[in-house]
């Protein structure tokens, strides 16, 4: 759109208020359980109790007679239909130059069960009841095998394997970094600093848990799948393509109404090939519903890492390199993009804001006994924030200085700056955050704050954070070299109307971030018009062209970016018209406002003019002109986008009881260009609170000899409330990105990536003067009860 500033557009920076809440708030969404089909049966799954057991036989005959049941199904029948298993969408070439392993990912276990919950049998009746019932028939032979959780036990060599396929149980080696020149800056370090950490697994818990309805048309033999899922193109594909080996246009795909996700509806499960398959064999539709026993089970967990990490510096507290090694849970198979997890979306960040010269980091990932672990909130980019802003403050602990000034002195503050671990930031003001987030904070009223505390026999602690993330996914040509099997690009399609209202069909997938809103806004913005007037679709294979979904912070990005192509076309096919109706040269002819005119002159039409005679095209260039004013563009960015914050926690401490209050938090975000600062902040505020959440209460724990999940629902996993927090304070400093139209950085992850280690440093911070040094998340009132008593020994 050449020199027009975007930023300036009306609409752009308006706290509109969302435009999808009226349907949500009164009851009137449509998620995929409220749709109900004729001719549907119920899905219910038999899962495996064990976390690893042979399946020596499996009898279906009383379950095929209960009442109600039109079928029992077993991984014989899925192999027996040739049905693929479920693919891994990113490919890890290890040190050596060897593709990772993946062993199959069959739809319903054949051989073997391999987690707790792991899909053994579907069976479908007339109804859930029924179905239930009959599950309860299912008669499973088992022979338990040992089983390994923690992947300090499943690399042992004793370790019982999981897969054929993966000896040892490691999928691979990965690495990335100059490891020599490390070991040089290592060999003239003043100081090293070291640390030890986990990173704690993590259950997504949207509010909506998954759900599936498969249904098969004999008319066309076709299909539609109802799916609670952030991609549905994605789906479709890997799907069609990859599992049931059908052409694209046989499936659609509908994700309606989505209650959340936060990563965990990215990827294309077992149940959705399992609906979609039986479909057509018993000719009708299915539906299952995942409760949240199941959730807990088997949707795809987050993070479990386990790292040790050196950071060496001079004699003046400059990071002059930093080594990493980090063993990483896969859980029992592959989920779509698990693999990149722990490497592209980890070790890439392992620079952070700082001018580290020489970043070295390697990774090893293994199969365990526990559910696949994949992408959640943030995926690999909180875990890398994690190890280096608590290593940073632990450096600036042993070397004297203060976190905030260990961290000034390394910041990066020339951009283009090219990271030693292959990123390349645009631009960013990392001092400014820091400046504002001590102001907010009131860090000067802090010793006063610690004195009130002490007079009530507790202690205070304060905790930085300064993070950088790499979101707004990606370069297809940099994804594709680094393993993705996938492009990374975006598509809408702006299709305007005769009487000038628009409707917009973009391939990213609103699932609680408020697009049919601030997407509106950007269409508003360009054309002139209100934002009520722009209609926005999503979520469907069926009515958009296509699309790479919702993650990794991409929508405004890189979707919004598409639409924004597409208006360039708009605007110029609406120009050409204009200059028809205004008899002058397209190269005459301005757009501002809602208003195409003639420079120089006082001619003008307005846009509803062109859009009306763009199809009642009476007095229209037919001979130069198609009719109708409906344009489709993908965009494929050039890079990443690179938010980057400071984040201050400020936690008061009980020691006689270990209960952590968490008493401000201060969070100062670069988003560049914010188009609706409501729903950003709306979008911090849920990450803080998935960040703190890791940080103090929540751990998905699996029983380390029997393999059981012990945290398998709310009443033994510690979900955060709204009475947990403080109100937080938020702040911003714009620098705008440099590589896409809008200038946008993503911010749906921002607060989960930047706040853990606030938290950890906070509490550690507050601990100090007790002794304690060490901490690992959650910082449950045990775990920091525990490590007083101790530090007192
Ligand atoms: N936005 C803006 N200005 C910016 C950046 C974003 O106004 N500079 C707006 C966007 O237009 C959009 C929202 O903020 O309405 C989030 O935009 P973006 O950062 O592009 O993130 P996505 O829309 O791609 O959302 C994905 C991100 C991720 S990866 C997870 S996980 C997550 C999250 O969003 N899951 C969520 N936020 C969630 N919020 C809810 N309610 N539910 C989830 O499952």
Redesign the pocket.
Known sequence: MGAIDFAKLPHIGESLLRKEDYRFLTGAGQYTDDIVLANMRQAVFVRSPHAHARIISIDKTAALAAPGVVGVFDGEDVAADKIGGLPCGWLITDTQGQPMKEPPHPILAHGKARYVGDHVVMVVAETLEQAKNAAELVVVDYEALPAVVDVRDAMQPTATALHDAAPGNHCYKWSIGDQGAVDAAFANAAHVTKIDLINNRLVPN?MEPRAVIGSYNRAGDDYTLYVSN?NPHVERLLLTAFVMGLPEHKVRVIAPD??????A?IYLYAEDVCLTWAAKKLNCAIKWNCDRSEAFLCDAHGRDHVTHAEMALDKDGHFLAFKVHTDANLGAYLSTFSTAVPTILYATLLAGQYKTPQVYVEVDSWFTNTAPVD?????GRPEATYLLERIVSRAAWETGLSQDEIRRRNFITEFPYQTPVALQYDTGDFPACLDKANQLADIAGLPARKAASAAKGLVRGVGYSSYIEA??LAPSNIAGALGARAGLFECGEVRVHPTGSVTVFTG?H??????E???A??VASRLGMDPSMVDIVHGDTGRVPFGMG???????????AAIMRALDKIEAKAKKIAAHLMETGDADVEFANGEFTVKGTDKKVTFGQVALTAYVPHNYPLDKLEPGLNETAFYDPTNFTY?AGTHICEVEIDPNTGVVRVDRFTAVDD???????M??E??VH??LVQGIGQALMEHCVYDRETGQLVTGSFMDYTMPRADDFPDFTLGHVCTPCTTNP?????????G?IGSPPAVINAVLDALAPLGVKDLDMPASPNRVWTAIQSAKK
């Open positions: 949207p952030q989505v209650g959340g996700g936060f990563g509806k992408a959640y909130r943030g995926a979101c707004g990213s609103s699932h609680g971030q408020g697009h809103t601030t997407f806004q950007v919702t993650y990794g912070s991409r929508s405004i990005s890189v979707g919004g938010p988003f560049g260009t914010i188009i609706n600062p729903i950003v709306g979008q849920g990450g809008l200038g946008t950085k993503g911010c749906g992850e921002a989960a």
